[in-house]
């Protein structure tokens, strides 16, 4: 029999695969059901401070007395705070994996006041959630990097383990991850999937976009796994986006990944989704000679494979006759 344990950013985990953040951890029952089948932690969906001051602009602005706004600028924030917190007290009381809480916040105020009460709770880590997409012409990616490496450096003594979740959209993604390594955080999550937008050609009008992943969005994921594990090795890494069945979770363990995040096939599939996903990378690791998590991971990273180059290759080549003959 194999074994499937693994530890994370400090955590023991009965398996590499975890819940990412999203409405499916909200309902503590939903969780309970994903621990029971097999789920190695269970990440909660995201406190965002800027969901918080839209609703307190809305009641504002429905508000006939301004010298109520400041009260109620403060009841919304503490309320939506507490009821977060209660979420993540029930869960700890509940759940019998680790809880980790995920917070987005617009100002440094923000991230240390939620981080500390967050940490308070009882919560066994705290996933940075610090997705941006700067547009601007004359943005120094510089400053953007600095952004991030300030909030984990002001995070990073609160007592939590931090998980900083990152888009895509970087200059150099390794450069990025080995410097939150070296502010403080214990893992970075392999990437969040931004708001998607589409047009709506009858309406000539710009629209939302699919809310779901899709199974090809998993190779940039894969891609970045094995390049960071290859070429900064002291950090944890969980997978995400694109995961849905075991065969997207071994690839990962296998590139490098410390844990797995399942989300969109949970949604569509349910708890039986992770005891599926399980069941594969079980059957073949036993197929594979494989009697623990820790002997395949990172088997094929940057930094173990044959040719590393197939990591960093982004341009089509075309092939005449003759294999490795390329225009």
Request: glycine fraction near 8%; hydrophobic fraction near 40%; charged fraction near 20%.
């Amino acid at each position: 029999m194999v074994d499937l344990q693994t530890s994370f950013a400090g955590l023991s985990l009965q398996s590499p695969l975890i819940i990412g953040s999203s409405g499916l951890t909200r309902n503590l029952n939903h969780a309970q059901a994903y621990a029971e089948a097999g789920a190695g932690a269970i990440i909660l969906k995201s406190l965002f401070e800027e969901q918080i001051a839209m609703h307190t602009e809305h009641l504002i602005a429905k508000n006939d007395y301004p010298e109520a706004n400041e009260y109620i600028a403060s009841y919304v924030r503490s309320e939506a705070l507490e009821d977060y917190l209660k979420l993540l007290r029930e869960a700890k009381e509940r759940l019998t994996v680790p809880v980790i809480a995920s917070i987005n916040c617009s100002g440094m105020g923000g991230w240390t006041e939620f981080a500390e009460r967050i940490a308070e709770a009882g919560a066994d880590a705290l996933e940075v959630n610090i997705l941006r997409l700067e547009t601007g012409l004359y943005i120094d990616p510089a400053e953007i990097e600095a952004y991030y490496l300030s909030i984990v450096t002001a995070l990073s003594g609160k007592g939590l383990p931090l998980i900083v979740k990152l888009g895509r959209h970087h200059s150099c993604l390794p450069m990025l991850v080995d410097k939150l390594r070296a502010a403080g955080a214990a893992a970075v999550t392999l990437f969040n999937r931004p708001y998607q937008i589409d047009i709506d050609l009858s309406r000539e009008q710009l629209i939302g976009g699919e809310v779901f992943s899709h199974e090809g969005d998993f190779t940039e994921t894969l891609r970045f796994t094995g390049l960071i594990r290859g070429q900064v090795p002291g950090v944890g890494i969980s997978s995400s986006t694109g995961v849905y069945t075991w065969e997207e979770l071994t690839k990962a363990l296998l590139a490098g990944a410390d844990t797995v995040q399942m989300c969109t096939a949970v949604y569509k599939k349910g708890a039986e989704a992770i005891s599926e996903a399980l069941k594969g990378l079980r059957y073949w690791m036993m197929d594979h000679g494989y009697q623990n998590v820790s002997e395949l991971r990172g088997r094929l990273s940057y930094a173990t494979v044959p040719d590393p180059s197939l990591f960093e290759r982004i341009q089509f080549m075309k092939y005449f006759g003759v294999r490795g003959q390329r225009d």
